[in-house]
Structure formats: structure tokens, C-alpha cells
């Protein structure tokens, strides 16, 4: 059986960055509200290109000293643009400047946006654009919220609000918006009318600023609910700008909320909001929210396939600002909910159609929703070993079957859902609509591959490795179309993006790619870098080619591939961002105490994942600048796979010439930073070296292959035709470099010996 089998399932120029929107808001064509509940306009720290007319600023060098009153900072200042997104731990986040916040415990599941000060970030500032031509009364209304619980009640969290006309000159301060401790643990809201002077103008700016507080003692707090309307000199009443679910919105959630955002900060009195559906009648709920947003919880969960309509009634919304006005009509609305579907298979590990699948598999079974299984709702039937028993456990999601005993090297087996058996838990119970058949095949045994190999010393060893994983398949690193077939892979129609997007597959969805460093998911192809859209994945050489090949993908007149450049044993898809942050930093651990606003966190994919914004929690975390004294810690669930994409390109490349005759480097893996140094550009060197080698082996040691690793390298594989012995073999590791040779075999699932 061809290693080939394991691609049957699988589906197979740089833009430039727009940092930020630094449109002005028109007022005359609607208010600018903002309350942050979309978390996808902010989701890349510095990038502000998603949210209209708005950006933060971290304020450095405005002022030299803690606890400065922010009414007296009137400059603009040269400041950096920032943002630090996708936050989840506002109360331990110690960095200062602007951050996203939306997730933790301290936010109530109400995003926001906020600023500290904290060392250089001296007086952190939201930014806000508006034209008021055509504007006479112009309205500012917000909210202060203290979303960090550790610093209440201390020498407190200034905040001001700042206008200024135009995009030079310094700012004024606006009337009665100073707060002098908004860390009191309370929502502070604040209604205002701008000066005159603000009125029918072209470029109107408007700022919060904070500054950093006394002693250090700084908090996070959000600005929300922002509301800025041009009356024309006439005081309005309230409108509904926006409603979540929208008007004749379909498939809504049933548990999900409802979410009204108003033109304006209001009072809600009374019945002001009725629900209605066609099965569940009239829904009782709660409300929660102040100024111009409400969120409305139905109790209890609405039932299936059924029209709501809601309502909100004119007379009991009344608006906060001069005279009180109260709605000039009823607002209705109405939505469906999500239809009562039949249960899925989501996906399989392995995948249908899979190849070389480790005798010693289990079996992963996700579906679509939570289901109840019943009997013999599983049968697995092999080629050679016949009908299967396996021990189900897990659900009511995603089931694991542990097959009684490893199945036999090279045979399919077939695996069969029973429709009938797999009912799901909500509504009316479903079935799954018809049984669901994946196959699989198994690994051949190994003994044919390693045979040669001696592992009596560590010198045997490694000569015979070097020899048996030498001269294998390079392809070119890009080659500018898609027409690869996975099934029978060749150099002429494949490059390296295509072992990748194979072998860094999410194995969740096999059109999607997952990368090595922030753990995201993406979509193959369409978010390669230099394609559109807000992320992007690379290829990250896990050996830096400045540390020892530099920049060469082709050197000869042939335009051969550069075998240590294109070697997808050391390359992995990476988050463009994450592999910037990296650059060409030694792996090492960036040590506690020591990463204070360098972690790159990452996102909760495959089951695992998720920064905590404390070391080292799920984070990746850098430390310094490129080059031999930087560090990069890679996240706990990929140490292990880096350690050993680094020790496999020690032994494969010792110098000599490969088979197309190009001259390769020798790679040495070393704890000796000083010679960890950058190769010219263009020229093939003698040596490269890459560290640290004493916290690789302890990676390698702490984070054993698992079977998305093993999986990785027989895909690898069967490009390449060489494999990664490490990942085979680990304890080779101890004989190579620890002179420990002669220790048991401790991973044989891929059946390798």
C-alpha cells in the first residue's frame, strides 16, 4: 500500500498592511456608536484597519513622571500605534497601553476596549475621527468600566476626555468628563455636549487619555459604549441604530441574546421590551446593560424552528440628554432560530481515506452536536485481523474507540457509524440520517527502513542515520501553481507549500491548515501570505536560513531546490505574524520574570491551546532582539516537535555534496551562542549553528511525538522519501547527544524498529 493513501481526504504577492482606519466619521450621515461586541475588528496587536475611524495610541514620552493629571497633557506627542488583542485577563494583564478585551471572567461576556499606563506607554489614548460639517449640538456619551478587579480603591486611575480641531496644535479639555479614580470597581458613565468651536468642522479629533498612575498602581479600564450624534442644534430622541439578531435574521441560536444598541444613552422603564414566539409565546427574560446598549437573556431556551417577534416600546425608552424625549415610535423586529437538525460526523482521526496509520491507533469520532450513542453503533472491519472490539469512552460530542489490541502492519480497515444508534440530545431526538463509512490503512513494518542503522554507540549511530536520511527528494519552494496530486507527488507539480498544507492539515478540517506557533486555523491556499485578508500563514524555517543556508531556495543553473532550505522535515506552517516575532531567535526558555510583554498567545484549536497572559502558561514568549542573545520559547504542546525538526537537521546535513550534486552545510546544534551567527547572504557556508541544545533535548524529553506528529512525518515522507528518525525513535536522542545508547525502544506506534 503506498504511503499515498494518507492524501486522499485531504483538499488541496504580499499585500501590504493597513495599520489603521483613519477615515472621519461623517456625523451628519448617522451617529459613530461603538461598543466593541464584534471581536473580529480587532484581532492582530497594532492593527486597527477593522475599526472605522479609530485607533490607540500607547502614549510614550508624554510625560516623564507617574501619577501626572491628564488634563495636563495637551500634545499629540510621537506616539506608536497599539493595541494588544484578544485579551482574556484583564486583571493580570500588566501591560500598559490599549488592550481588546474580550474574554474573562471580569468582563461578564461584554467586550470592550481599555487602557493602562505602565512603564514606557506614559499616557495610553483612544482616538476618534468625526466630520461635524452640517452640526450644530454634538453629543459625546460613554461609559468608564473598571475591568480589572486587582487595583480598586487605590491612588486611583485618571481619565479625561480631549478634543482639538484639525490633525495639529494641542488638545482641550472637555467640561465635566475628568474622573480621578476610574478603578472604583464601578461603571462610570458620561454624557456631554462638545463647544461650539467643535461645530461644522471638517476634522474634529476626539481623545481619552489616561496617564500611568502613582506607584505603578495602574488598571485597566474599559471605554465602551460610545456614542457620538450631531443634533443640527436640535435635541433628538433616541432611535434604534442596531439590533442583534437583525430584522428577519434566520438560524439564530437559541440560547442566543439579544442585544439593542440605542443612538444614544437612555433610560428603559416598564414593558419596553416585549418577545414573542410561535412556540414558545410570550418569553420571559432579563436585561442588563446601561447607556445606549441593552442585552436581553430569554429564559428559557427558545425552542427550534420558530418566529419570534420582539418589540420595543416608544414611550418607555427615554433619552438622558437635555429635554427628556422619549422614542417618536415602536421598534419591531423579528428573527427564526436554528432549524432541529440531524447529528453529523464532524470528523475522524484518522481521516477517510488515510494511509499509514499507526497499528496501535485509537479512534476519534467528532460530531456536530451532542449525541447519545446505543449498542453496537460502531463496527471496525480490517483486511487481515478481521472484525474489531474497541472500548468507547468519551461524549457526548467526540468519542474515543481504544481498539482491543494494535492491528495488523498494512491492512485497511473500514470503519461504520450506525445511523439508527446515534441520536442527538436536544429538541426532538434525531438520527443521524444515514450510516457514516470512513477506511483507513495501517503502516507497513520498518524493519526494511532502519535495518541499516546501527545503534550500538553514538558515533555508529549517527553515521548510519546520516547515510540512511541523506540525498532525499527537494522540492522548490514555490513553483506559483495549485496542480499537485497528493496521490502521486512530483517535483515538477509540487513544492513546498503543498507538503505543508498536507502535512500541517488541522485535523479538524481537512481544507484548513493549523499552525505551529499561535495554533490557528486556516484556510488552504486562500490564506497563504500575500493573499487578502486580516491573517495570514507562512512557511517558518524552524532552522533560521540566515543560520547557516540563508537565502537559498535554487543555486544552481537547473534551478535545483536548495535541500536545507525546502526540507519540510524542520518547515511548518506558521502564523505570519508569530514567525515575524520569531525572526531568527535560538529556541530557549524565555525564563519567569523575564517575558513581561512578550507573549504570544495562542488559540484554543485541537484541543489545546489558549494564552493565560502569565508565564508560561499556552504562550509562546520571545526575549530581546534577533540574533544569538535573543530567545524564543515555543508553547508546551509544540516544544517537543520543534526540539526534533532541530536535531534531525544536525544529522542530515554533515556537509559533502547531495546527489544533485550542490554542496550542503554541516548543521551542528550547540549551547555555545557566541557561535550562533548570521550566514551571507548567497553563498553556501561550511557551517551553520542553532541552539540551545541542552533546552532541545529537555523539549524533546518533556513533550514526547504524539499521533499528530507521527502523522506529520509520514506525510513528510512520502514527498521526501526520508524520514525524521527522532520522531521514530526518540530515544536515539539520549545515545547522540547524552552518550546514554542501548536504552528501550520507546515509541513503536508508527511501527517503526
Known sequence: MSFSRLFLALGIVAAATAHADTNYHALSGGPFVQNWSNVDLITTDDIWSGVPSMEGYRGDNLTPNQGVDPRTILAFGASLLDVNANRTDPSAFLTGGISEVQGGTEIDGNPVVGFQGSNTADAPFLLLRLNTQGCGLINVSYLLRDIDTADNAVAGQPVVLQARVGESGDFSNVANTFIQAANNGATSNFSVSLDSVFQNQSQVQLRWLTTNAAANLDALIGIDDINVSCGGGTDLPPTVSTTQPANLATNVARDANIVVQFSEPVQTNGTWFALNCASSGSVAFTVSGVGSSRTIDPTPTLAFDEQCAATITAANVVDLDGTANAMANDFNFSFATVADLAPTVASTIPVDNAGSVPIGTNITVNFSEPVTTSGSWYQIQCSVSGARTAVASGGPTSYTLDINGDLQFVENCVVTLEDTLIVDQDGVANAMTSDYVFDFTTAMSGADYYSSVDPTNATTLRTTLHALIDDHTAYRYSIGTNTCNLQAPSTALCDVWDILEAADQDPANPTRVLDVYRNRSYAKITDRSGATGPTTYNR?????????????????????????????????????????????????????????????????NNGGGGGTGSYPGESNWQLGTDGNTGSYEVWRARKGDMARAILYMDVRYEGGTHANSQPEPDLIVTNNRSLINNTPSGQVPTQGYMGVLSTLIAWHLADPPNAQEILRNEVVFSFQGNRNPFIDHPEWVACLWQNQCGLPETVFANGFE
Open 540 to 604: 517558518e524555517h524552524t532552522w533560521p536560513n540566515s543560520l547557516g543556508f540563508n537565502d537559498l531556495s535554487g543555486v544552481d543553473t537547473n534551478n535545483n531546490p536548495y535541500s536545507p532550505y525546502v526540507d519540510a522535515h524542520m518547515l511548518y506552517a506558521s502564523a505570519s505574524d508569530y514567525n515575524s516575532n520569531r525572526g531568527n531567535k535560538p529556541y530557549d526558555n524565555c525564563g519567569a520574570g523575564t517575558c513581561a510583554g512578550t507573549e504570544n498567545p495562542t488559540d484554543i
